[in-house]
Structures are given as C-alpha cells and as structure tokens.
C-alpha cells in the first residue's frame, strides 16, 4: 500500500485526504483543481511557489523556537523602566490577566444581543464605569488609541459647529501630532498653541489671538505630554465658549482619581486612552481610544464609533442590550449626504473589557489611592534628581502628574548615551526629547508610576550621578 | 466521521448577573494600590500642596465598590454568557473568518518578553520584538507579491484609511490636484467607501450586474476620467464571486494615472493561490486578526497589515522595521520622506503580529495553502446542502455556481412564503447553540445572511450547523410564531422595543442615564 505522505493538520480538521474527496464529490467536482478552475480564471492563479521558512512540526518545536527569538527582549520588569510618553506601566492586577484571557471573551467577535449578552454587558460596564471616572454621560466603545480619538473629536467639533479650523496645543505627544495632521487633512485647518516657556501650560495669550468664530475647538491635554497638569481649563473654556468654539481634553484616566474630570471646567468633549487601566504595555500594542461627551443627540450623532446601550426585553425585570442610534455609523450610512462621519471598525474592544474590570477592581478609593500614590512618587523623584548639581528638574515649574521633564543642557552626555550607560545599572532612561521638542535641547521625558519604589528611584539617583560625573 | 447532532436540548448559561453598579456595597475593595513609602510620604508633602485646589477631584467617582472574588465572579459569568470560537460553530459569522485561534499562540504573547516591554526601549533591548514584525513582514511580501508590510493599523478599516491616505498624498506629491475620485463598489466593504471620504475623495461606488453579481464594467468604465484618483475595492467581495475582471479593471486605473488598493478582508480561500501583485494591485491589507487566526476579542485589538509595491514604500506610516546587516541588529527606519505620517502611535499591536507569525510558521507554504483549499471546499460544500436541504434560503446572483471561500445567502423566500425574515432566524439559532449574521448595509441581497465555513470546521461540524438551518426553515413553514417569537434558550429574550435604541428621550448609553431616565435615580454620590 502507498504510503500517504501528504500531512495532517491538527488546526485544519479536513485536512486528510477521504474526507475532501467526499466533499468534493457532494460539490459535484472531480478534483479540487476543477473547483478552483470554476471559481478563479487559471491565469490569475499563483503558479510558483513561495519562499516561506520551514514549518514546525509541533507545537514544541514552534514554542522553543519562538520563546528563543523573544529571550532577547530585555523588559521593564529585568530593568527598572522609566518610560512613558503614550503608554505607561502601571500594575496590572491578576484578574485583569484572568478575564482578558477568558475564550469566550477572546474569541467573540461581533455577535448578536442573544448568543453575545456577556459581551454587549461588559461593555456597557465599561461605559458606565467611565462615564463615572469622567463625570460625562455618553463613553463610546474602545476605538484604535488616544490619538484617533483626538482625530474623531476634533472633526466631531468640526461637524457640529460647521467651522474648518482647530486650536491644539503644541505640547501634544509627538505620535498624537503626527495622526491628527493627518487625520485633519483636507477638511480642517490646525492652529497650534504655544505652551508658556515655564510653566508648560498653554499660552492663553495666544489662544486669545487665536480664537475667533471660525474656530471649531480647542484642544489640550491633560496631564500634557510633558506631564504637566493644565491648571487653567476653567479659562480655556470660557474664553473658547464665548467664541462659539468647543472644548476638547484628551486625558490619562489613571489622573481622574485626584484631578478633576474635564467636564467640570468646560469640556464639551473628551477623550484618551484605556491603556493604563489594567492594560499591559505590550511593546505598545495593547492602545485603545474613547470618545466621551454629554447626552446630547447634537453631539451623540456626530461619535462615528459603536455606543452600547441598555434596553428591556419581553421577560419583566431582564436587560438587553443594543446599538444606540446604530445609523449614525458607517456601517449603516454608507455616505453621508456631505462629509462621511468617519469610519468604525474592529480596533480595541477586548481593552474596554479589561477597562471596566480594572475600574471594578479599583472603586473611587483605588482611583484615588492610585493618583496619590502616582503623584508623591513624583515629587519625591524630583526632589530627589534635583539634587543632582547641574540637572535641571523639574525644567518646568507648575504641577506634574506622572511625568516630567529632566534637564541634561549642562552637561555635555547626550539623553541618548546617558540612557546607553544606564541600561548598565539595570535601568531604561526617559524619552529623549532633542527630537521632537528641540527647543527643550538635551532633555528627557521621564515616568514615575505606582509602580516605582524609593529605591528604584534612588537608584536612579545615584546612577545618574555617577555617569553625569557629580556629587 | 463522528456524530451529527443538532443540540435540541441547548441552553445557553443564564446568569440573569446584575449590572456591575448594583453589586456595589460601601467600603468593600477589589484590590490595593502599592503604598506610598514613608520616606517618599514624608519628602513629597500631602495632596493639597501637590495638586491645586482648583484641579483637585472634590468628588470622587462614583464607581461600585466590589470584593475581588465578586468582580471575579461576575466577570466570568458574564463571559459565560458569550459564543466565541471557543464555543461554538462560528461559520454563521460571514465576512469575519472566524477561525481557531491556536491556545499555543496565547501561551506566547502572555510571556513577559512580550507584554512587559516598552515601544520607547532602546532597540538593542527588542531585539526579539523587532526580529519577529521583520519576519513577519518578509512572510506577508511573499504571500502578497508587495515589497514591504507596515503593521501600525489597529484594524481593515484603519487600514483602509491608511491605504486612502497614501493614494491621496501620491496624488500630492505628484501634483495631481485633479485626482479627487476613489472608484469603489457598492458590494465592497462600507469602510472602503467611508476611509476614501475621510480623506476628502469624491467616491464612486459601481453597482453589481444584477446577473452576475460582478461589477457592472459597463459602470465602471463610465466612472473612469482623469479625476480618478484609484480604486479601492474588495475581491472578492461578500459575495465571494471571484471578479474575472479584477486585472482589466486596475489596467484601466493605471492608464489614467490612479492606484490601485486592494482590500484583502476576504484573503482566506486566496493564501498561496492568488498574489495580490499579480491583478495589478499597488497596495493592500491583511487582517492578521481574521486571515492569519488572531482571536478577534469582541472586536479587537485587530491588525490591518498594509503592503504596498516599492514605489509606494516611502508613502508608509513610520516607522518601519529595518536589519542592518553591518551591525547585525534589527532597528526602526523613520526615514520614508513622502509618509503619511501616522495612523495609530507606535508600531502596531504586537500580539497580533506574534500570533499571526507563530501560525504561519506552523503551517508554513503546504499549509497555508491547505487553508485556501479547505475553506474553499468547506464553503462549496456548505453551499450545496443549504441548497439541497434548508427550504426557504437561495444565494444571491445564482448564475454563479461556485464561490471562494464565503457566500451571502438571502432568506427573501423564506421571508415571502412563510412571514419569517432573517432577523427571526438569527434569534432563533441562538436556541441551537449557534450564531449568524446578516450583511453588511446596504442590503443589496434581501434577507441576506452570510456563512463562512473557515478552514477550522470539520464536516461534521458544517453538518451541524446546516442541520440547525434546515431545523429552523422547516418551524418556520409550520409554526413560525415560534421562530418570531425567540429566542427561548439563550441567554436573554427578545428585545422588542427599539426606541430604546433610536428615541433621544429613551436611549441609555451608560448606566447613569438609564438610571436617570427610567428609574428617576442618580448613581451613588
């Protein structure tokens, strides 16, 4: 008997030979040639082969293999990491992990109110336990990142006032800039605000000059990029409501235990990034975006995202849920009479998921406790770095969150070889920011979490000191 | 062969689980933070000198307060309450490919050396990280026919933004300030049109042929002037018709200058048997979270993988990844002078790429081909019996006998004969175990649904399923109050009032509204 060489796949069930002839036979075709010469004309098929590495037999070989590749990965948890800028480490807890992880979570995708109920439910939760941590009513399901979400808030202004210009403020995430240039391009034209050279904060002086009644919004962060807290949101507003334009803040909601929610000093919109509630880092892959705003169908119907919402069903006492107002979508409209409302999509589902558990896990102490704890560690880093003679830190005086910026001007290591020679005491330095903020010189952007002990930060002290060559 | 049966027992697990708020009871905790040390206390001064007054949150939020074990419990009943591919036969799922997500691949990116690592980390600490989106990159241009891959897209519609946005800043580059029409169809993904507008593209969606289901050429040709900026368009589209055309319509963009970007949603039944390059297209996207099988988490985090031919690779997003074989190191090339710019911070989410390459490289060439092949004859196979067994269901635009590896049915006489329309069904199958879908808008096929049988169902499996069709048909010619009235065994019942969804007044998007507009509460304060 000829031995069958042909292999089986255990991840293709009809992957042996007997039961594709039996298939192919019910199809009413001879050979699976013959099928495929129905469907796709033989000269747009694929003749050659391709120069694809060789497979892995097993799932050991695959295992050994690929853990071997990311063994040269050197992480934030073998290296004290102070890294942040967009994506932060923050603790995340075992039962974030355990729910994340969950197949049915894992490998649901877009299913019905009925078969999907646990799904449509825990992001309903997530968008309720948001709308708390922000005060605001409407939260939309997770979209790409932070950044989109800017993007989809200021055209959201655009539409809803008519206008075709937007203020943002120049300190802004390098990443967050670049997507919004081009998410802005053609409709909307940017303006961007100056920051005040020592505080950080906006110029409002600026904004001032700025502002006028073809202005659709105004956009800041807060904490900013930098790291700084914008004190002056009541003021922003004012001055941007008297002109008829809107105000967006883009936030980090590990802040809203302590700081308040942008909707207390104007904000008509707000957005920012669920990564830090309960989301690993992930070589940055772990981004999701929320667009929040008030209950208002004005604004409801300009979000292009899905928003879930709660209704009754024919059983007494029993939730369902669904799509609120399902054909302000793309998916429903597939061309708005005059300027699409952008566009939704798979993106970041499963992180609102974890979201809302984080935020379950945590309550109004956790949240608070978190801000504190992340804002003393802060401070105490910055007292301490300060000692270091020559080192400017904080570069900026006004109040920082998790974030801030350490200037290296007066010596002449650059952020790039200081942050070489630290990996050699076991610690990842801060963002060099020459690039992007080059008028900030030879500075770096550096991240202090509730993960950070005294003595990571010591140690960060004293190597510092040694390679800078003081105290 | 195993046993085909229809699970007329099923019951799906009921929890009947409380919104998160109402578990809520004062002073319970789910969790603590790490204490601020004494030292770092005492250094730092308290919160009023740390965060100005009139920043500071006077009122904490109004999350619940829950016990670990109770969010625990609740978390896991309300996953309980979902079908995934885990559970179930997810072939009702058309357009998606939902197809086994191998436990090996998630084994893999819960390492440490993959989510503890930072996208700012000097590129001599990630190396792993880099080599893998490297090869990753080198597996898609040989399966596609492009010159480089670029991962940064969270999903096929940012995808289709990204692929927009580079025809439209081609366009600029080169001058072209009269290109200002995307061609697309109108059985294309909604997305391809909506990205094209985002961009400011006047776009062109050509219709089907009513015969034959492909674009109408007649249309098309029409469509084409000098204002044409490209083309973006699925092939096949939903209805998995494979265009025969498809190479005559991007020679006819080319002549007038426009590109030609292809979304490749719909690669499954295409892996090794047809190049991308090959029908004249200049770019187009893999979704690594459908094709290339990592999980779709209730709809991502997703991976639009865009590829484009050389002469488009400095129009990417930055950054890519690059080797440098002098200092034999993997680092990320920022140095693309016509980029877009970007589309989504950093590189890309790279579990995504981790499991979409860990897969290929158990299939490699023989399997990856294996996987067009069965979900073809999976499909072909599937269609038949629907056919044959499941009264009331046809396929749009029948001339087409056969189809790759998907094909949009239509219940349009079911609806006609028997008063039951796809909506009844979909609640219906739920009562089986099962899930299905309709189309997406506009509905050009009435009453339409969408089966894709992936490469990951047996026959049994696919017998199952269309058991479970057959079952359903038949209770609606006899008893169709029944399948209007489910479901019965799912989770929750019938959802009939929709204002909840469309009326101002009525919608509760979040849990405080709901509370507000129909129980006159307010959240705990």
């Known amino acids: 008997m000829e031995e069958r060489k042909r292999k089986v796949y255990p991840y293709i069930p009809n992957s042996y030979e007997d039961v594709q002839e039996e298939m192919l036979k019910e199809i009413g075709v001879k050979s699976f040639k013959e099928l495929l010469d129905k469907i796709i004309p033989r000269e747009l098929q694929y003749q050659g082969s ?99 979400a800017a993007g989809t808030s200021l055209r959201m202004s655009s539409r809803i006032t008519g206008r075709k210009e937007v203020l943002v403020v120049d300190t802004i995430s390098p990443e967050r800039r670049k ?124 979000i292009p995202y899905r928003i879930f919402g709660i209704a009754h069903t024919t059983m007494p006492e029993e939730y369902g849920f669904g799509d609120v107002a399902f054909e302000r979508t793309s998916f429903m409209v597939r061309e708005a009479p005059s300027e699409a409302k952008e566009f939704v999509g798979t993106a970041s589902a499963l992180w609102g998921v974890v979201a809302g558990v984080y935020l379950s896990l945590m309550g109004p102490k956790g949240m608070q406790e978190l801000g504190e704890g992340i804002v003393k560690r802060v401070n105490y880093a910055i007292k301490k770095l300060s000692q270091i003679s020559g080192l400017k830190v904080p570069r900026f005086h006004s109040f920082h969150f998790k974030e801030f910026v350490v200037d290296f001007n007066s010596f002449t290591l650059s952020v790039e070889e200081i942050n070489r020679r630290l990996l050699d005491y076991g610690i990842i330095g801060g963002i060099d920011l020459s690039k992007h903020f080059p ?26 000191s040694e390679i800078l060559g003081v105290n | 062969m195993g046993i085909v049966k229809l699970r007329k027992n099923f019951h799906q697990s009921k929890w009947d689980e409380p919104i998160i708020f109402e578990l809520s009871t004062e002073n319970e905790r789910g969790i603590h933070v790490p204490p601020v040390e004494r030292d770092i206390e005492e250094s730092s001064g308290n919160l009023e000198t740390l965060i100005p007054e009139s920043i500071r949150r006077k009122q904490p ?98 995808a289709l933004y990204t692929m927009a946005s580079i025809v439209y800043r081609y366009h600029q580059v080169k001058g072209n300030t009269h290109k200002d029409e995307i061609i697309t169809t109108l059985l294309s993904h909604p997305s391809d049109a909506a990205t094209a507008k985002v961009k400011g593209f006047k776009v062109i969606d050509i219709p089907p042929d009513q015969e034959t289901g492909l674009p109408d050429m007649d249309a098309f040709r029409e469509a084409i002037s000098e204002r044409t900026a490209g083309m973006i368009i699925c092939n096949p589209e939903d209805t998995e018709i494979f265009n025969p055309h498809i190479k005559e319509m991007t020679s006819i963009i080319h002549e007038v200058g426009g590109i030609c970007a292809y979304d490749q949603a719909n690669a499954n039944g295409l892996l090794g048997i047809v190049r991308s390059i090959d029908l004249g297209f200049d770019l187009g996207f893999y979704n690594l979270h459908k094709t290339f099988s990592s999980p779709h988490g209730c709809g991502g985090p997703g991976l639009g993988a865009v590829g484009v031919i050389k002469e488009l690779e400095s129009f990417l997003p930055i950054p890519v990844v690059d080797y440098d074989e002098s200092g034999k190191k993997y680092y990320l090339n920022f140095d693309l002078p016509n980029t877009i710019g970007k589309v989504r911070e950093f590189y890309g989410s790279f579990p995504v790429i981790l499991r979409a390459y860990a897969w290929v490289r158990v299939l490699g060439e023989e399997g990856l081909r294996e996987v067009a092949k069965v979900s073809i004859i999976n499909n072909n196979y599937v269609m038949k019996k629907i056919l044959n067994e499941v009264k009331g269901a046809s396929i749009s635009f029948p001339k087409t006998e056969y189809r790759v590896s998907q094909v949009r049915y239509s219940f349009k006489k079911l609806a006609d004969e028997a008063g039951v329309t796809v909506e009844d069904v979909i609640r219906r199958i739920t009562d089986f175990g099962f899930h299905l879908w309709t189309s997406h808008h506009p509905w ?75 129980r006159n509460q307010e959240v705990r304060k």
């Open chain 1, 50 to 148: 391709l120069n694809l590495p060789k497979s892995f037999h097993s799932e050991y070989e695959l295992k050994r293999f690929v853990e071997g590749v990311l063994s040269k990965n050197k992480t934030c948890e073998e290296y004290i990491c102070f890294l942040g800028g967009g994506i932060w480490p923050h603790y995340v807890p075992a039962i974030c992990d355990e729910i994340a992880s969950r197949g049915e979570f894992l490998t649901a995708y877009a299913g019905e109110p009925y078969e999907d109920h646990g799904r449509w439910q825990a992001l309903f939760e997530y968008e309720s336990l948001m709308a708390e941590l922000l005060d605001m009513d409407v939260v939309s399901i997770p979209i790409y990142s932070w950044g989109h």
């Open chain 1, 179 to 302: 997507i919004v240039d081009n998410y802005m391009e053609p409709y909307i034209k940017i303006r961007w605000i100056k920051h005040d050279a020592e505080s950080s904060q906006m110029d409002v002086d600026e904004l001032k000059r700025e502002l006028s009644d073809k202005v659709a919004a105004v956009y800041f962060e807060n904490p900013s990029y930098l790291g700084l807290i914008e004190t002056q949101g009541k003021e922003i507003s004012e001055m941007a409501h008297e002109k008829g334009a809107l105000v967006i803040v883009g936030i980090d909601p590990s802040s809203l235990g302590i700081l308040e929610p942008p909707s207390h000093y104007g904000a008509d919109i707000v957005c920012g990034e669920l990564q830090p509630l309960g989301n690993h880092i992930n070589f940055g892959g772990s981004l999701a975006g929320f667009v929040a705003t008030r209950d208002d169908e004005k604004f409801v119907k300009e």
């Open chain 1, 439 to 464: 008028e900030l010189g030879n500075s770096a952007l550096y991240c202090v979490t509730e993960i950070h002990t005294k003595e990571d930060i010591d140690k960060l002290y004293n190597a510092l």
């Open chain 2, 61 to 158: 939020p109004s999350l619940p307060e829950v016990a670990q074990l109770r969010v625990l419990r609740h978390y896991i009943r309300l996953s309980q309450e979902v079908l995934g591919v885990d559970v179930n036969i997810d072939i009702g799922q058309g357009t998606c490919t939902m197809k086994y997500s191998p436990k090996i691949n998630e084994v893999l990116v819960r390492s440490r050396k993959v989510t503890e690592i930072h996208p700012l980390q000097p590129e001599d600490t990630v190396q792993g990280a880099l080599e893998i989106i490297y090869n990753l990159d080198h597996i898609l241009r040989e399966i596609s026919g492009f010159s480089r891959f670029v991962f940064q897209p969270g999903g096929g519609s940012q």
């Open chain 2, 444 to 518: 050009i096929v009435p009453e339409p649904f969408t089966i894709e049988p992936t490469e990951s169902y047996s026959k049994d499996d696919l017998d199952e399923y269309v058991e479970g069709l057959k079952t359903i048909t038949q209770e609606a010619y006899e008893n169709p109050e029944r399948v209007k009235n489910a479901p019965f065994n799912s989770v929750i019942h019938k959802i009939q009032d929709m204002s909840f969804f469309e009326d101002p007044e009525k919608w509760a998007p979040t849990w405080r509204v709901y509370l507000r507009k129909h």
